[in-house]
């Protein structure tokens, strides 16, 4: 069975991003992978004169630019699906989400009329999203117009940019974010592997806290540009023994995708297998649902502070309590939460605060 991945590198200007398709490309070519790229959109056209100040408006520039990323990207994956060998990367130099840092809302809203498309299907249409942080942010002594005649950006504006990057692939249920700790060695590393964690090269070991925190201010999370809601059904489905599979419904406004999910081991490291259904196949492995537990709904906050990506989830059944969760690269990472959230305890290991406990209960 041929596996096609599609991954985006992303991160404000100055951020690495060539070098880390050199990387990527070493790094997994070795691994046994065919390794496509597609080239980032915005420069191509830029280079060859189609700009937002040479097109009538922004929006007509956009439109072009979000168009013809959507047609690169469908060619890249024809032509995958043509070629031999079972393991395929398709590498995405940014993504259509990228273009939304350049947009206001009511521009943003005009090119998807435009394409035809709606932001959760075009943001979850990539099977994971690498953020790597400007070097305007934490290395500002390396950053450089000098290699890129598409950048023109300051350190201020190319710092503002990366928030602004960020905050648009916000909700993407696999959003990584690479900073720039120590050398930029060690930030291409740290990006291969967890490249490496998100294709299942070993083993693909979640490292996840959870924390039970008071009743978020919800009007603050919405409010926030790096903080996305997303409305969730989870139902559990029969399974054997030691092993948890789920199917899962995400997404807002009549605009869902759909994850079947199976999970093995216990304790902070679980391996834990994720794939994408059709809305048919979803619909056909509810028949499978496990009767003893009920489907769990909950509306999720999907944030990013600092490094971290918050997942913090919110149940109809509670009023005074919600439940943050966290992903890890390092089972000994230093968690930093927003002064905002305020922490009860931390549940990892409380059975009472998982899921399919509370699919028991609620």
């Known amino acids: 069975m041929k596996e096609i991945s599609k991954i985006v590198i992303t991160g404000g200007p100055c951020a690495g991003k060539s070098t880390a398709m050199s990387w990527i490309q070493n790094a997994f070519t070795q691994k046994g992978y065919t390794v496509l790229f597609v080239p980032e959109t915005a420069t191509e056209l830029i280079s060859g004169g189609v700009c937002p100040w040479t097109c009538g408006t922004n929006a007509d520039y956009q439109t072009c630019q979000v168009q013809l990323q959507l047609e690169k990207e469908r060619i890249f994956l024809q032509a995958a699906r043509t070629m031999p060998g079972d393991k395929i990367l398709i590498v995405c130099d940014r993504g259509v989400m990228d273009n939304r840092a350049y947009m206001n809302a009511e521009e943003f809203a005009l090119v998807l009329s435009r394409v035809g498309g709606n932001e959760v299907e075009m ?18 002594e390396f950053y450089t117009t000098a290699n890129n005649e598409a950048r023109y950006e300051t350190v201020e504006e190319a710092a503002a940019l990366d928030d602004r990057l960020l905050a648009a692939w916000t909700g993407h249920p696999h ?3 690479i900073d720039n700790d120590r050398d930029f060695d060690r930030k291409m590393k740290r990006l291969v592997a967890e490249v490496a964690s998100f294709l299942g090269e070993k083993e693909p070991l979640e490292i996840e806290r959870k924390y039970l925190i008071e009743y978020p201010d919800i ?14 059904i989870q139902t559990y ?4 023994e030691g092993e948890e599979v789920r199917v899962r419904q995400r997404g807002i406004d009549g605009s869902y995708v759909y994850y079947k999910t199976v999970k093995r081991g216990t304790g902070l490291k679980r391996i834990e297998l994720e794939s ?3 809305k048919e ?8 649902a496990d009767m003893n537990r009920r489907p769990v709904r909950k509306t999720r906050y999907c944030m990013t502070h600092g490094i971290n ?3 913090i989830d919110v149940y109809p059944f509670w009023h005074d309590k919600a439940v943050v969760e966290i992903e890890l690269s390092d089972e000994n990472a230093k968690v930093e939460f927003p002064p905002q959230l305020k922490v009860i305890r931390e549940v990892t290991e409380d059975i009472d605060y998982k899921n399919s406990e509370l699919a028991k209960h609620h």
């Open 123 to 140: 943001r979850d249409s990539y099977d994971a999203v690498f953020h790597l942080v400007t070097s305007a942010k934490g290395a500002a």
């Open 281 to 288: 196949e979803y619909l056909t492995l509810l028949m499978q």
């Open 237 to 240: 489905l029969e399974s054997r």
């Open 219 to 232: 009007q603050w999370l919405e409010s926030q540009p790096n903080c996305c809601r997303v409305e969730i």
């Open 276 to 278: 994408r259904l059709t």
């Open 309 to 311: 990506y918050f997942e």
């Open 175 to 177: 959003l990584r974010v």
